[in-house]
């Protein structure tokens, strides 16, 4: 090893041991795994074309620039460090396959690509920043030929239905990534995930909470690594941290108009005296036009009958009825259409803030992605609770491509997401759409969010909910 890397790599040592406290009981007794790794610093050297970075972008226009932003930010910073070049790619350029954003199916190929010649693989958000330095002396501590799975840690403080009830007994002793923080994979693990994926057949079909499924299928029911926790990883800013997180709600500008979006409640009317009060006593007054649709004719909410029976799940009549009625001269002309449930818990100002980074001229798919079947070529789709949002170009070529629902009971979202697929629209993705309650999420995530909806009442609030959440305390934004 060089003298030139033994002295940065005690300079770090020192550093850490600053930071960490004075003594190194501290350092144990706060990070039990620091003292160990501290140990190894001087004796793994790794440059930064042995890194590769991967962000995860999305084909929305919006995001590709967004993600070609950061990819510059990185390289120009490695110029400027002059310590090698790491190989930075956008995840939804890595192949024609939209279901890469999963990274499971993206294992082989980044194993076949980049596995000769990469040490570690770093997977990032979009608006994830990254101190090339500091990253470089994080990895420095990690013995880059053993099975490592790194990042900041996120934990469950009750049985979640989006992990499916995973560690009912003990939520908190299994730990997931911070996408916001970014994760990373050595060498050696990728490659045996990436020959594992391609002979193995997942235990579900659906993609659902992505950061909590890949931590699992690493994890291998205890054959596999957990998550390692390395405090540089970071989502707030810190003198020490390797990357940090700037917001999934940026300021793309003055919100749009409160005329630009019609919003479609679907409701029914079994609950037309439960679930549209709370509608009207938190998020409704926020909309200049809203309709509500049910299966009968309620004048005094009011509701709207599309001619569709009431299913007890699915709604796939009712949403394509709502499809055509949104293009139709019977609503007001609008760029953007807002579908939910009556329970779902939605901020449209926030919506509309974010809405603004998007062209509604484009085909326009957005909200809380999930996937069906994506290692075996499925499909990706909005999941509905949390709420979809589709430019009015999109509904058009929906409506007009005779994509249609097999029965009236349907599941609705699904539909919608293999309908757009065959068309080749995106399903774009943001975190700050929620198809369950907060409890159901890492209270850690989920704090330092502004999140645009919740869905579902069950045992809770939901006016406080609301409240606590997504209510703004002084809306700049009533145009």
């Not at 205890?222 to 926790?229: H, Y």
């Not at 406080?464 to 959440?469: D, G, M």
Request: charged residues 20%; aromatic residues 10%.
């Amino acid at each position: 090893m060089s003298h030139h890397n033994v002295v940065n790599g005690c300079k770090m040592v020192a550093a850490l041991l600053l930071w960490f406290g004075s003594s190194a009981g501290d350092i144990h007794t706060e990070y039990p795994h620091a003292a160990e790794t501290l140990e190894r610093t001087a004796h793994n050297s790794v440059g930064l074309d042995e890194v590769v970075l991967v962000i995860q972008s999305q084909r929305n226009s919006y995001h590709t620039r967004r993600g070609g932003q950061s990819k510059l930010e990185i390289l120009q910073q490695a110029t400027e460090l002059g310590q090698g070049v790491p190989i930075v790619l956008l995840l939804h350029e890595l192949s024609e396959y939209e279901g890469d954003w999963s990274i499971l199916p993206a294992l082989p190929l980044l194993s076949a690509t980049y596995g000769r010649t990469a040490s570690w693989f770093v997977f990032i958000e979009e608006e994830t920043r990254v101190s090339l330095p500091a990253l470089l002396h994080v990895l420095h501590r990690y013995p880059v030929q053993e099975e490592l799975f790194l990042g900041k840690p996120l934990h469950d403080n009750e049985a979640s239905i989006i992990h499916h009830y995973a560690f009912s007994e003990d939520p908190s002793s299994f730990s997931y990534p911070d996408p916001a923080a970014g994760w990373t994979l050595s060498k050696p693990l990728l490659q045996r995930l990436a020959e594992r994926i391609q002979h193995e057949r997942l235990k579900s079909d659906f993609t659902i909470d992505l950061k909590h499924e890949i931590a699992l299928y690493i994890w291998e029911e205890g054959n596999g690594p957990k998550l390692t926790a390395v405090p540089e990883f970071c989502t707030e800013t810190g003198d020490f941290c390797a990357t940090t997180f700037t917001t999934y709600l940026p300021n793309c500008g003055d919100p749009v108009s409160k005329k630009d979006v019609f919003v479609a409640v679907k409701t029914c009317q079994k609950f037309h005296s439960e679930r549209v009060p709370v509608v009207k006593a938190t998020w409704e007054k926020d909309a200049e036009f809203l309709e509500y649709y049910s299966d009968v004719t309620d004048a005094s909410i009011p509701t709207i009958s599309l001619g569709v029976p009431n299913t007890e799940r699915g709604h796939c009549g009712k949403t394509f009825a709502i499809l055509r009625r949104f293009l139709s001269r019977a609503v007001p002309k609008a760029g953007w259409l807002l579908i939910v449930d009556d329970d779902t818990l939605i901020s449209l100002p926030r919506l509309r803030r974010l809405l603004r980074c998007y062209d509604p001229k484009e085909a326009v798919s957005l909200g809380e992605k999930y996937g069906y079947g994506l290692v075996q070529n499925g499909y990706s789709y909005i999941t509905g609770g949390g709420g979809i949002v589709l430019s009015r170009v999109v509904v058009s070529r929906l409506v007009s491509s005779g994509c249609s629902c097999y029965s009236d009971d349907a599941p609705d979202d699904m539909v919608l997401g293999r309908c757009l697929t065959s068309l080749g629209v995106p399903i774009t993705h943001s975190p700050l759409f929620h198809q369950a309650r907060p409890d159901d999420y890492s209270e850690t995530m989920v704090s330092l969010q502004q999140p645009i909806s919740f869905h579902k009442h069950w045992n809770i609030d939901p006016v406080a909910v609301y409240k606590h959440w997504l209510q703004d305390a002084h809306p700049r934004d009533e145009l």
